[in-house]
Every structure is written in C-alpha cells, then in structure tokens.
C-alpha cells in the first residue's frame, strides 16, 4: 500500500488583530502599509528634530539642560525726530517698517509688563535726596527663531537703541518646537507632521498582528504605558 503524501499543516492565520475581517483584504492591508512609510518618510526629518529639541524642552528644569541666552551680536543708537514715536504701539510699527519684521513685537521676558497693562515709569522716586520723575522709557523684544531684536527709546529723545541677538543651534531647535517667531506657514507645515504623526500611530495600530505577539500582549504593553504615564504625573495634579 502507497502511504498517503503528509500535507503541511497550514499556519493560522488570523490577519490584523484590531481590523475588522472584512476589511482586511490585500488592498486594504496594502493601504495601511503604505500610509504608514509615506507618512513616516515625509516627516522624518522633522520627527528628529522634535524628538530632541523635546528632550532639551523636557529637562530643562529637572536636569538643568540650558542652552544659553541669545548672544548679543550687534548694537547701535539709529537716529529717529525727536518726538516722532509717540507710544509703544508706534515704536513696534518703526521697528517692523525700519527692519522688515514679520513677528509681532512683546515686551521683553521679566521686563515690563504685559500688553493692556500700564506702567508706572511717570511717578516719582526717590534718588539722591530727592523725589524726581524717571523718563518713560519703552522696550520692546522681536523674537526669532535663530535669534532677538530689541528696540527701546526714551520718550521725546532723537534715537532708537537696537540690539541684535544671535541664537545657537539647540536654541534655535527649541523655538521650532515651539513655534517662537515662527509664520503661519510654518505653523500650517508642523500641523502636517502632527497629522502624519497621528497618522502613523493610528496605522501602526492597525498594523500590529498575531506574529507579533497575542492580544493580551498588545493589551499589556499598551496598559502599562498608560500606567506608567498616570503614576508618574499624578503627583503633580491639582
């Protein structure tokens, strides 16, 4: 008697753990691989720069990361009519006129205050035995993401001080993350990689089949982070 040829079992195979059955045919599957590399691979480059100026951003305070203030590189005293700049609105709008700023104008950090707050440069203090008035003085900051420009001009005098800052690179890789003197096509184009980020989540998510691992692992891992996450910030909530 001729023994019967021994077929190979064949392998279970499940598909895709979370993709419902009917849509895990091999255009869909196809689909999903391919947004998840295409969007990966438009948002590489940036996913590099994110990931570490979110490193510097997030130790800053914990682990003392700095790095540096803007240097200062360049000042001069630009002559302007004397009693031409009326107010700090009208020195923000010469300063972006004068030196083609696109940035809006603020208040240096820690120094004035804030916009619709008034100052009380006009009363009277105490100096060398007698009361006497300060000038009002008005300084205002440009902030850039490779650096600063900061214009202040005492009220009726004939000049402008300027003051040009120059940034490093893993400042200037912070004030991306942060969008710091950034334009609105800027902010349009890093909502693009915040899509492409979600995106690869959602697609990675979907991807993830029996091969690597059951569902109870993928449950696990994705419990644990969420613990992990919790335990750590709970702490510090009010």
């Known amino acids: 008697?001729?023994?019967?040829?021994?077929?190979?079992?064949?392998?279970?195979?499940?598909?895709?753990?979370?993709v419902p059955r009917e849509w895990q045919r091999g255009a869909a599957v196809r689909w999903l691989k391919r947004t998840h590399a295409?969007?990966?691979?438009?948002?590489?480059?940036?996913?590099?720069?994110?990931?570490?100026?979110?490193?510097?951003?997030?130790h800053r305070?914990?682990?003392?990361?700095e790095t540096g203030e803007p240097i200062e590189v360049?000042?001069?005293?630009?002559?302007?009519?004397?009693?031409?700049?009326?107010?700090?609105d009208a020195l923000g709008k010469w300063a972006q006129a004068e030196f083609a700023l696109q940035s809006e104008p603020r208040p240096p950090r820690g120094k004035g205050p804030g916009?619709?707050?008034?100052s009380d440069q006009k009363s009277a203090k105490r100096f060398l035995g007698r009361e006497r008035s300060e000038a009002e003085k008005w300084e205002l900051s440009f902030n850039h993401p490779n650096g600063r420009l900061t214009v202040e001009h005492v009220k009726g005098s004939a000049s402008v001080s300027v003051k040009q800052?120059?940034?490093?690179?893993?400042?200037?890789?912070?004030?991306?993350?942060?969008?710091?003197?950034?334009g609105l096509v800027w902010v349009l184009f890093m909502d693009t990689i915040a899509g492409a980020l979600i995106a690869m989540s959602i697609t990675g998510?979907?991807?993830?089949?029996?091969?690597?691992?059951t569902r109870l692992l993928?449950?696990?891992?994705?419990?644990?982070?969420?613990?992990?996450?919790?335990?750590?910030?709970?702490?510090f909530l009010l």
Do not use: C
């Not at 998510?205 to 691992?213: D, K």
């Open 1 to 18: 008697m001729i023994p019967k040829p021994v077929t190979p079992k064949k392998r279970n195979q499940s598909g895709l753990l979370f």
């Open 38 to 58: 295409w969007t990966g691979f438009w948002g590489a480059l940036l996913f590099l720069m994110l990931g570490t100026s979110g490193i510097l951003l997030n």
């Open 61 to 65: 305070s914990i682990w003392k990361i």
């Open 74 to 88: 360049s000042a001069m005293d630009i002559a302007v009519p004397a009693g031409s700049i009326k107010d700090e």
């Open 115 to 118: 916009k619709g707050e008034k």
């Open 165 to 182: 800052s120059s940034q490093n690179l893993w400042g200037f890789l912070k004030n991306l993350h942060k969008g710091s003197g950034v």
């Open 205 to 213: 998510f979907l991807l993830w089949t029996r091969l690597h691992g």
């Open 218 to 235: 993928a449950g696990a891992i994705m419990a644990g982070s969420l613990a992990v996450a919790t335990t750590a910030l709970w702490p």
